[in-house]
T-cell receptor
Framework: AQSVAQPEDQVNVAEGNPLTVKCTYSVSGNPYLFWYVQYPNRGLQFLLKYITGDNLVKGSYGFEAEFNKSQTSFHLKKPSALVSDSALYFCAVRERPGGFKTIFGAGTRLFVKA | ETGVTQTPRHLVMGMTNKKSLKCEQHLGHNAMYWYKQSAKKPLELMFVYSLEERVENNSVPSRFSPECPNSSHLFLHLHTLQPEDSALYLC????????????FGPGTRLTVL
């Protein structure tokens, strides 16, 4: 069955420290991979995506993600966390070659302490 | 107004009521989506419309009825809901399928009494 796993319900990081939010997936083939962020009382906002090419993808607000095909992972990273990064982060996958169905993980709450 | 808008932002209804959620996108996109977001659960895709045709229907109970009159508007008609239907309902749009990211509205917080 297709699935996306975000193994941590919450990640706590001190401001200025690097952060990682983990995501692994179980989808056939080579899917498209996405990260979204949700702030309180808001909808999801797109951060970045992997389509093809370089395994390190750079996105909005200084975030980046590393695609690892052998480990079927797509971890979200940022070199230096900000308090304003505190939010709920969702990993999502979409199968190739096409289609509209996107499978989301359950989300990871990131808490950055000043 | 830009982006994806949803009305109302909050809705409280009884189990015998009929109500509708509205979504409007101002991005010129061709696809629109309804999702259900419940606490500590993955987003559940409910319906997808592409060029005003329904292309995904994820085994959603018939008490939820979508309508897409044109590529900019999407409705979710609600009737005889259950308390477990209480959730945040998110609308999204995208230019197409495949690698295109989705743009989300702020959601409607629905409470069923």
């Amino acid at each position: 069955a297709q699935s996306v796993a975000q193994p941590e319900d919450q990640v706590n990081v001190a401001e200025g420290n690097p952060l990682t939010v983990k995501c692994t997936y179980s989808v056939s083939g080579n899917p498209y991979l996405f990260w979204y962020v949700q702030y309180p009382n808001r909808g999801l906002q797109f951060l970045l995506k992997y389509i093809t090419g370089d395994n390190l993808v750079k996105g909005s607000y200084g975030f980046e993600a590393e695609f690892n095909k052998s480990q079927t992972s797509f971890h979200l990273k940022k070199p230096s966390a900000l308090v304003s990064d505190s939010a709920l982060y969702f990993c999502a996958v979409r199968e190739r070659p096409g289609g509209f169905k996107t499978i989301f993980g359950a989300g990871t709450r990131l808490f950055v302490k000043a | 107004e830009t982006g994806v808008t949803q009305t109302p932002r909050h809705l409280v209804m009884g189990m015998t009521n009929k109500k509708s959620l509205k979504c409007e996108q101002h991005l010129g996109h061709n696809a629109m989506y309804w999702y259900k977001q419940s606490a500590k659960k993955p987003l559940e895709l409910m319906f997808v419309y592409s060029l005003e045709e329904r292309v995904e229907n994820n085994s959603v109970p018939s008490r939820f009825s979508p309508e897409c009159p044109n590529s900019s508007h999407l409705f979710l008609h609600l009737h005889t809901l259950q308390p477990e239907d209480s959730a945040l309902y998110l609308c999204a749009s995208s230019q197409g399928d495949r690698e295109d990211e989705q743009f989300f509205g702020p959601g409607t917080r629905l409470t069923v009494l």
